[in-house]
């Protein structure tokens, strides 16, 4: 470089260019603009609002949840950490039921660090984070995790959050050159899931990045899902031997505790209307309840959705992230709606969907208390046409009692 | 209150640690603000949206860190973010810098501190493109390091230098050729 056609060369220069560029600033900021006014009005409005809240969106599906989810956890901000931030590890971090873990491996420039593991009946949990990612012009590069079982048999993703630099929504933010995130696997696939689980599980983890185009060129400031790729189950077996689609940079070997606490129910079928709808499962797990609902579909050549409600008996506290819905059936309830809804997928005759719930506050402290779960309507769809092509109307109450309880445990 | 106060007062999500961070920096952020966005009304809007930014976000400062260089990094990403957002980058950031003319005898520095060639300096800043008016902020406003710099915008190093090399080429021809 010829420092002589550059401004400034030398430290008198920069001297006189400092002065310049002082006398510019100051040409343009009135010395006594006073800021605060305007930001109180904006920060600190008269009328106070609740210090967090929750906000719902029905009929989210997996492949749309993880944008839907970070919208909905808008007014959650000043988490403590990123774990407490995203919206799958949140309440898992807050009882300190994650396992902390600080397995890193570096590899030209990048390190990989797994920071949290966790297993339980329903999910299967990876935190991860990774620094000293080039950012080249335009592309940047999303971490992509797949975690197979020791038969290498890849175990379905449910659904990844991450955090690139800072998000207001998220109320959390990573250095630059950082990306943390958490990614929820699928474990009713794993042999004898969820009703006998092992007390340690072998993973294999690996993480590979895929260059995507950079959207905004601003660093910072953005967060970004890793959509869902896998459904539940396509197949009886939805585990697959085949490799991941792009070659691994890091590979972890984990052995991850199974947290054996569960309670899971079913299953039990009811008839409404003249159309049998069971309840395979129902799970209760540290990391949410988890349904399954099947059916054989009345035309199968249609695409099904179940809308879907969960009950607890009165007498419960109400957890402030519950939406609360008055009297069902003339009686008292506190009603939950479905956070993820994965699509239904044909098992034999029948097509099941899974929905994951809410565990509300309330029904933590009092375990035991009456559950109701319904399906309040199934819809056929036809593919070609955005109208419901058939409205099945129920309900199917399925009542969870200590008689329908399945033996669980290792 | 003393700024350890206000920033332990601010993190607690007072807003009166919050005033006193805003009345003690407000002016030196919109000056960083001004210089990347020659529009005031723009430099304002990235001033607040970095006081936001700071309140939303005043969880993830680190107690034992100073705050006017966490802050500066806020408002510089918003400033650079209404800059883009406006379409302000100029074209030939990345092309080639035809060689300047930058003999001794059209040495700019020689006039500097008259009004005329402070009134060339803004004018040849606005012409640089956003990224590159950030960096020579930083570089000789602010007194930043490449080092520090690189890792305020997140990028390389040897980008930064390039950057960097580039604009002090454009500000020497613009200065000398009177733009």
Redesign the interface.
């Known amino acids: 470089?010829d420092e002589?056609?550059?401004?400034?060369?030398n430290v008198?220069?920069?001297a006189?260019?400092?002065?310049?560029?002082?006398?510019?600033?100051?040409s343009?900021?009135p010395?006594d603009?006073?800021?605060?006014p305007?930001?109180?009005a904006?920060?600190?409005p008269s009328a106070s609002r609740p210090a967090w809240w929750w906000r719902r969106a029905p009929g989210w599906a997996w492949r749309t949840a993880g944008l839907m989810l970070v919208l909905a956890l808008a007014g959650m901000?000043?988490?403590?950490s990123l774990w407490e931030a995203f919206f799958s590890t949140r309440l898992l971090e807050q009882g300190g039921k994650l396992q902390a873990l600080s397995l890193s491996q570096t590899r030209d420039g990048i390190t990989v660090t797994v920071e949290r593991a966790y297993a339980d009946a329903n999910r299967i949990v990876i935190g991860y984070r990774v620094q000293g990612l080039?950012?080249s012009s335009g592309i940047s590069r999303h971490p992509q995790l797949t975690l197979e079982d020791p038969e290498g048999r890849r175990i379905p993703e449910l659904i990844g959050e991450g955090l690139v630099?800072?998000s207001?929504a998220l109320?959390?933010?990573l250095p630059?050159?950082e990306i943390g995130g958490a990614v929820s696997f699928d474990p009713w696939e794993l042999p004898g899931w969820p009703f006998h689980r092992p007390g340690m599980l072998s993973l294999r983890l690996r993480v590979a990045f895929l260059p995507v185009p950079q959207e905004?060129?601003?660093?910072?400031?953005m967060h970004f899902f890793i959509p869902s790729q896998t459904a539940p189950t396509e197949t009886p077996s939805a585990l697959s031997a085949e490799p991941p689609p792009s070659a691994p940079s890091f590979v972890f070997d984990l052995k991850v505790p199974v947290v054996s606490e569960a309670e899971i129910y079913g299953p039990q079928t009811v008839r409404a209307h003249g159309l049998d709808l069971t309840l395979a499962r129902w799970v209760r797990a540290p990391s949410g309840i988890r349904a399954r609902v099947c059916f054989v579909p009345p035309d199968p050549s249609l695409v099904w959705t179940a809308i879907v409600e969960q009950g607890f008996a009165t007498g419960l506290e109400v957890a402030p992230n519950v939406r609360m819905e008055g009297t069902v059936s003339g009686r008292a309830l506190t009603v939950t709606a479905p956070i993820l809804m994965g699509p239904f997928t044909w098992r034999g005759e029948q097509t099941c969907q899974d929905v994951f719930l809410d565990i509300p506050g309330g029904m933590e402290r009092d375990r035991g208390g009456r559950v109701v779960f319904r399906v309040t309507e199934v819809i056929g769809w036809d593919p070609q046409n955005p109208e419901p092509a058939v409205r099945w109307p129920g309900p199917w109450e399925f009542s969870l009692s200590a008689d329908h309880q399945q033996p669980s445990g290792p | 209150m003393e700024e350890q106060e206000a920033i332990a007062r601010w993190r607690r999500?007072d807003?009166e640690g919050?005033?006193v961070l805003?009345?003690r920096y407000?002016?030196q952020a919109?000056?960083?603000a001004?210089?990347i966005l020659?529009d005031?009304m723009q430099?304002?809007d990235a001033?607040?949206a970095a006081?936001?930014?700071a309140?939303?976000?005043?969880?993830?400062f680190r107690p034992d860190a100073a705050f006017w260089p966490w802050f500066r990094q806020l408002v510089v990403?918003e400033a650079?973010?209404l800059a883009?957002r406006e379409g302000r980058e100029i074209p030939a950031e990345s092309g080639p810098v035809e060689?300047?003319g930058?003999a001794p005898e059209s040495d700019?520095?020689h006039h500097?501190?008259s009004q005329e060639?402070?009134q060339r300096?803004?004018r040849a800043?606005e012409r640089l493109s956003p990224t590159q008016r950030a960096i020579?902020?930083l570089r000789?406003?602010e007194?930043l390091s490449e080092e520090e710099i690189a890792?305020?915008?997140?990028?390389?190093v040897g980008t930064l230098k390039r950057h960097l090399?580039e604009a002090?080429?454009r500000?020497?021809?613009w200065?000398s050729d009177g733009l």
């Open positions: 470089m002589r056609s550059e401004f400034p060369r008198a220069e920069e006189q260019l400092r002065e310049g560029l002082d006398q510019i600033a100051r343009r900021v010395s603009r006073d800021l605060w305007a930001l109180q904006r920060l600190f901000a000043y988490a403590p080039p950012v630099g800072a207001e109320g959390a933010a630059p050159g905004g060129a601003a660093p910072g400031a | 999500g807003p919050m005033a805003v009345r407000q002016q919109l000056r960083v001004a210089l020659p005031p430099a304002e001033v607040q006081f936001i930014r309140w939303t976000h005043r969880k993830t990403h650079l973010r883009r060689e300047a930058g700019p520095s500097l501190d060639m402070i300096l803004a800043l020579i902020v000789y406003y007194g890792h305020a915008l997140d990028c390389a090399h002090r080429q500000l020497r021809r200065l």
